[in-house]
Protein backbone atom coordinates (compact mmCIF):
# COMPACT_ATOMS: atom_id res chain seq x y z
CA UNK A 1 0.00 0.00 0.00
CA UNK A 2 0.86 3.07 -0.88
CA UNK A 3 1.22 6.01 1.21
CA UNK A 4 2.24 9.83 2.57
CA UNK A 5 3.24 10.64 6.04
CA UNK A 6 5.09 13.68 7.06
CA UNK A 7 8.74 13.23 7.80
CA UNK A 8 10.51 11.68 10.31
CA UNK A 9 14.03 12.62 11.37
CA UNK A 10 15.63 9.39 9.89
CA UNK A 11 14.45 10.86 6.50
CA UNK A 12 16.83 12.93 6.42
CA UNK A 13 19.41 11.23 5.31
CA UNK A 14 17.21 8.77 3.04
CA UNK A 15 16.52 12.36 1.38
CA UNK A 16 20.10 12.82 0.85
CA UNK A 17 20.94 9.28 -0.10
CA UNK A 18 18.37 9.46 -2.69
CA UNK A 19 19.22 12.63 -4.03
CA UNK A 20 22.48 11.29 -4.74
CA UNK A 21 21.08 9.12 -7.41
CA UNK A 22 18.96 12.05 -8.88
CA UNK A 23 21.24 13.75 -10.80
CA UNK A 24 19.82 12.65 -14.36
CA UNK A 25 16.20 13.78 -13.11
CA UNK A 26 16.76 16.92 -11.13
CA UNK A 27 17.67 20.12 -12.39
CA UNK A 28 20.07 21.62 -10.25
CA UNK A 29 22.55 24.18 -10.44
CA UNK A 30 25.31 23.29 -7.27
CA UNK A 31 26.10 20.01 -5.46
CA UNK A 32 24.67 20.00 -2.19
CA UNK A 33 26.72 18.40 0.17
CA UNK A 34 25.93 16.23 3.09
CA UNK A 35 26.09 19.38 5.78
CA UNK A 36 24.15 21.93 3.49
CA UNK A 37 21.28 18.97 3.43
CA UNK A 38 21.64 18.52 7.52
CA UNK A 39 20.97 22.00 7.48
CA UNK A 40 17.81 22.27 5.23
CA UNK A 41 16.21 19.76 6.50
CA UNK A 42 16.80 21.53 10.39
CA UNK A 43 15.14 24.05 8.94
CA UNK A 44 12.26 22.46 6.74
CA UNK A 45 9.81 22.27 9.70
CA UNK A 46 9.43 26.34 10.31
CA UNK A 47 9.71 26.75 6.39
CA UNK A 48 6.46 28.23 5.24
CA UNK A 49 7.29 27.97 1.57
CA UNK A 50 8.00 24.22 1.27
CA UNK A 51 6.27 21.67 2.01
CA UNK A 52 7.94 17.87 1.88
CA UNK A 53 6.30 14.48 2.74
CA UNK A 54 7.82 10.98 2.63
CA UNK A 55 6.34 8.52 0.30
CA UNK A 56 6.04 4.69 1.60
CA UNK A 57 5.07 1.89 0.14
CA UNK A 58 4.04 -0.95 2.65
CA UNK A 59 5.22 1.11 5.17
CA UNK A 60 9.28 1.39 4.39
CA UNK A 61 10.46 4.79 2.60
CA UNK A 62 10.51 4.79 -1.01
CA UNK A 63 10.62 8.56 -1.87
CA UNK A 64 9.38 12.45 -1.09
CA UNK A 65 7.11 14.50 -2.83
CA UNK A 66 6.39 18.59 -1.94
CA UNK A 67 5.98 21.67 -3.28
CA UNK A 68 8.77 24.86 -3.11
CA UNK A 69 9.00 28.17 -3.75
CA UNK A 70 5.21 28.22 -2.33
CA UNK A 71 3.49 31.57 -2.35
CA UNK A 72 0.60 32.24 -0.20
CA UNK A 73 -0.27 35.69 -2.01
CA UNK A 74 -0.35 34.27 -5.51
CA UNK A 75 -0.94 30.76 -4.49
CA UNK A 76 1.35 28.95 -6.53
CA UNK A 77 4.11 26.46 -5.82
CA UNK A 78 6.61 24.23 -7.58
CA UNK A 79 6.04 20.41 -7.38
CA UNK A 80 9.36 18.18 -6.77
CA UNK A 81 8.67 14.43 -6.77
CA UNK A 82 11.38 11.35 -6.18
CA UNK A 83 10.86 7.99 -6.05
CA UNK A 84 13.35 5.49 -5.33
CA UNK A 85 13.96 2.71 -8.33
CA UNK A 86 12.99 -0.32 -7.56
CA UNK A 87 9.10 1.23 -7.03
CA UNK A 88 8.83 3.25 -10.57
CA UNK A 89 6.89 2.41 -13.35
CA UNK A 90 4.16 0.67 -11.09
CA UNK A 91 1.19 3.46 -11.33
CA UNK A 92 2.30 5.28 -8.30
CA UNK A 93 3.61 8.58 -9.36
CA UNK A 94 0.14 9.44 -10.79
CA UNK A 95 -1.43 8.61 -7.35
CA UNK A 96 1.06 10.28 -5.33
CA UNK A 97 0.96 13.70 -7.94
CA UNK A 98 -2.96 13.33 -7.83
CA UNK A 99 -2.91 12.67 -3.83
CA UNK A 100 -0.80 15.74 -3.09
CA UNK A 101 -2.13 18.19 -5.52
CA UNK A 102 -5.43 17.52 -3.76
CA UNK A 103 -3.76 18.12 -0.53
CA UNK A 104 -1.74 21.51 -1.65
CA UNK A 105 -5.13 22.96 -3.57
CA UNK A 106 -7.62 22.59 -0.53
CA UNK A 107 -5.64 22.17 2.49
CA UNK A 108 -3.37 25.22 1.46
CA UNK A 109 -5.93 26.95 -0.38
CA UNK A 110 -3.63 27.26 -3.45
CA UNK A 111 -4.30 27.59 -6.91
CA UNK A 112 -1.50 26.55 -9.09
CA UNK A 113 0.93 23.63 -9.02
CA UNK A 114 4.41 23.95 -11.44
CA UNK A 115 7.24 22.44 -12.03
CA UNK A 116 10.49 22.02 -14.74
CA UNK A 117 11.03 18.98 -15.79
CA UNK A 118 14.03 17.37 -18.67
CA UNK A 119 12.52 17.33 -21.98
CA UNK A 120 14.34 14.43 -22.41
CA UNK A 121 12.52 12.70 -18.74
CA UNK A 122 9.18 11.07 -20.53
CA UNK A 123 8.25 8.91 -17.68
CA UNK A 124 7.85 12.04 -15.85
CA UNK A 125 6.13 13.96 -18.32
CA UNK A 126 3.92 11.45 -19.38
CA UNK A 127 3.37 11.18 -15.15
CA UNK A 128 2.20 14.39 -14.96
CA UNK A 129 0.33 14.86 -18.19
CA UNK A 130 -1.71 12.00 -16.86
CA UNK A 131 -2.41 14.04 -13.87
CA UNK A 132 -3.84 16.65 -15.77
CA UNK A 133 -0.49 19.19 -16.09
CA UNK A 134 -0.07 21.20 -19.28
CA UNK A 135 2.82 22.59 -21.22
CA UNK A 136 3.55 26.35 -20.08
CA UNK A 137 6.39 27.06 -22.10
CA UNK A 138 9.71 25.18 -23.28
CA UNK A 139 13.33 26.40 -22.63
CA UNK A 140 15.49 25.30 -25.08
CA UNK A 141 18.89 24.05 -24.55
CA UNK A 142 18.19 24.93 -20.56
CA UNK A 143 20.32 22.95 -18.41
CA UNK A 144 23.65 21.07 -18.71
CA UNK A 145 23.87 17.63 -17.99
CA UNK A 146 25.65 14.25 -19.09
CA UNK A 147 28.04 16.39 -21.53
CA UNK A 148 24.86 17.92 -23.36
CA UNK A 149 22.01 20.71 -23.28
CA UNK A 150 18.85 19.83 -22.32
CA UNK A 151 15.46 21.70 -23.03
CA UNK A 152 13.02 22.59 -19.75
CA UNK A 153 9.50 22.26 -19.88
CA UNK A 154 7.27 24.65 -17.66
CA UNK A 155 4.27 22.57 -16.96
CA UNK A 156 1.68 23.53 -14.66
CA UNK A 157 -2.26 22.42 -13.32
CA UNK A 158 -4.50 24.57 -11.80
CA UNK A 159 -7.13 23.76 -9.09
C1 LIG B 1 8.72 10.58 -12.31
C2 LIG B 1 8.12 9.54 -11.39
C3 LIG B 1 7.59 10.19 -10.13
C4 LIG B 1 6.94 8.86 -12.14
O1 LIG B 1 6.39 7.90 -11.31
P1 LIG B 1 6.24 6.38 -11.79
O2 LIG B 1 5.49 5.66 -10.74
O3 LIG B 1 7.58 5.85 -12.15
O4 LIG B 1 5.40 6.55 -13.11
P2 LIG B 1 4.09 5.77 -13.47
O5 LIG B 1 4.27 4.31 -13.22
O6 LIG B 1 2.95 6.45 -12.76
O7 LIG B 1 4.02 5.98 -15.04
C5 LIG B 1 3.82 7.22 -15.66
C6 LIG B 1 3.74 6.98 -17.15
O8 LIG B 1 5.03 6.67 -17.68
C7 LIG B 1 5.01 5.40 -18.32
N1 LIG B 1 6.26 4.71 -18.02
C8 LIG B 1 6.58 4.15 -16.84
N2 LIG B 1 7.83 3.63 -16.92
C9 LIG B 1 8.26 3.89 -18.18
C10 LIG B 1 9.48 3.65 -18.87
N3 LIG B 1 10.52 3.04 -18.26
N4 LIG B 1 9.61 4.08 -20.15
C11 LIG B 1 8.58 4.74 -20.76
N5 LIG B 1 7.40 5.00 -20.15
C12 LIG B 1 7.26 4.59 -18.88
C13 LIG B 1 3.84 4.67 -17.75
O9 LIG B 1 3.35 3.71 -18.68
C14 LIG B 1 2.86 5.78 -17.50
O10 LIG B 1 2.18 6.12 -18.70
P3 LIG B 1 0.74 5.55 -18.95
O11 LIG B 1 -0.07 5.94 -17.77
O12 LIG B 1 0.35 6.20 -20.22
O13 LIG B 1 0.88 4.08 -19.04
C15 LIG B 1 9.17 8.45 -10.99
O14 LIG B 1 9.50 7.69 -12.15
C16 LIG B 1 10.44 9.04 -10.40
O15 LIG B 1 10.48 9.34 -9.21
N6 LIG B 1 11.50 9.19 -11.23
C17 LIG B 1 12.79 9.68 -10.76
C18 LIG B 1 12.75 11.14 -10.29
C19 LIG B 1 12.11 12.07 -11.30
O16 LIG B 1 12.28 11.94 -12.51
N7 LIG B 1 11.40 13.06 -10.76
C20 LIG B 1 10.74 14.07 -11.57
C21 LIG B 1 11.65 15.24 -11.75
S1 LIG B 1 10.83 16.58 -12.63
Not at 124 to 148: M, S, T
Not at 150 to 157: F, G, P, Q, S
Request: hydrophobic fraction near 35%; glycine fraction near 8%; proline fraction near 1%.
Amino acid sequence: MIELRPLEIDDCQRIYNSLQDASGFLIRNKIISEVEHHDWFARLYKDKSQLYLAITVGGKYSGFVGARDIDYIHKRGSLIIYMVKENRGRGYGNRIVNEFSGYFFKQLNMNKLYLDVLGRNEVAIKCYQKCGFKEEGRFKKHAWLDGNYWDVIRMARFV
